[in-house]
Every structure is written in C-alpha cells, then in structure tokens.
C-alpha cells in the first residue's frame, strides 16, 4: 500500500514562495497520477495541479496558473508543488493525492485513492 507524506509547508510573507514536496512509498510511483489539493477552513477542497503518470502531461487549476507549478522525479518517488507570488488567499492545508487514473478528470478528487496527511501552508499579509 503506497503512503504519501507531505512536506514544506509553513508561514510566509505574500510575495513570497514555497515548495512543497510529497513523498510517496513503494515501488508503483512511476505508474501513479499525482495531485495537489488544498483546504482552507470552512471551505470546500480545491484542486490546484495534477500530473499525469502516463505521459507526465500537467495542469493546473485557474486560480495559481502561473503561480505555482507542480513536478515529479519517478527515481526519488517524489512529486512537488512549486508555489510563488503567494497570496494570503492561498491559506489553506495542503494535500497531496495519488490514483491509477490518468484521464481528464484529475482535477475531480474522487479520482484519487490515496491521500496525504496535509501541510498547512499560511500566508501572511
């Protein structure tokens, strides 16, 4: 049973970046779609990037195109979430999730089997 851990979250100045990383166990990394997701209180999940095991295609949500970006290493077993120009808005628990799909609705939470324990990420004016 593959496990995911996130990392790298924490409190930082708008403007300003992190990056998140989630590792994941196990030998079946490579044949895995990865997603980020994010929760702020009283709010429902919101996808933010998934990338796609199949042809490591990526997209990513509207709301941080430009802004973050996410990215895999299939030998470290690792995927990440490149996040810059942060905005307070972008507060929230940071979740990193895995499934088998790899079709075009990665940005859809039920596609997903496995879930992390979350970051929190805070964002401070």
């Known amino acids: 049973q593959v496990q995911l851990v996130e990392s790298g979250g924490g409190l930082v100045q708008a403007g300003g970046s992190l990056r998140l990383s989630c590792a994941a166990s196990?030998?079946?990394?490579?044949?895995?779609?990865m997603g980020w997701f994010r929760q702020a209180p009283g709010k429902e999940r919101e996808f933010i990037a998934a990338?796609?095991?199949?042809?490591?295609?990526?997209h990513s949500a509207d709301s941080v195109k430009g802004r973050f970006t996410i990215s895999r290493d299939n030998a470290k077993n690792t995927v990440y979430l490149q996040m810059n120009s942060l905005k307070p808005e972008d507060t929230a628990v940071y979740y990193c999730?895995?499934?088998?799909?790899?079709?075009?609705?990665?940005?859809?939470?039920?596609?997903?089997?496995?879930w992390g324990q979350g970051t929190q990420v805070t964002v401070s004016e």
């Open positions: 196990g030998r079946t990394f490579s044949t895995l779609s």
């Open positions: 990338i796609r095991w199949s042809d490591g295609s990526a």
């Open positions: 999730a895995a499934g088998r799909y790899s079709g075009s609705y990665l940005h859809l939470h039920q596609y997903y089997s496995i």
